[in-house]
């Protein structure tokens, strides 16, 4: 079942609060036909061995927005700077 995202994303918009869409068990629906993860800024799924759509782990970012899109790729390469030696100017993950 969506949320009421038309509701959710007035108040975001209202307060300039970014949406994050969590749409782990809702892969396939739809939400004024557009589709659930594809609502708010940012939308996620999980592929874990209990949601609907498995690979056994892992998951998927979806986002229009090239700077939410460069950010997350920055934490999932453990914040490396793209330099040629290893340098971090804040904490990342190895989530690739």
């Given at each position: 079942m969506?949320?009421?995202?038309?509701?959710?994303?007035?108040?975001?918009?209202?307060?300039?609060?970014?949406?994050?869409?969590?749409?782990?068990?809702?892969?396939?629906?739809?939400?004024?036909?557009?589709?659930?993860?594809?609502?708010?800024?940012?939308?996620?799924?999980?592929?874990?061995?209990?949601?609907?759509?498995?690979?056994?782990?892992?998951?998927?970012?979806?986002?229009?927005d090239?700077?939410?899109?460069?950010?997350?790729?920055?934490?999932?390469?453990?914040?490396?700077k793209?330099?040629?030696?290893?340098?971090?100017?804040?904490?990342?993950?190895?989530?690739?």
């Open positions: 969506p949320a009421r995202m038309k509701e959710i994303l007035e108040i975001a918009r209202r307060y300039d609060i970014a949406v994050l869409e969590d749409a782990a068990e809702a892969i396939g629906s739809t939400y004024q036909r557009k589709a659930v993860g594809a609502v708010g800024d940012v939308g996620i799924l999980s592929f874990n061995n209990n949601k609907t759509l498995t690979t056994f782990g892992g998951g998927m970012l979806l986002t229009n090239k700077s939410y899109a460069d950010q997350a790729y920055l934490w999932s390469t453990h914040s490396r793209n330099l040629p030696h290893y340098e971090h100017d804040e904490m990342g993950f190895n989530y690739r």
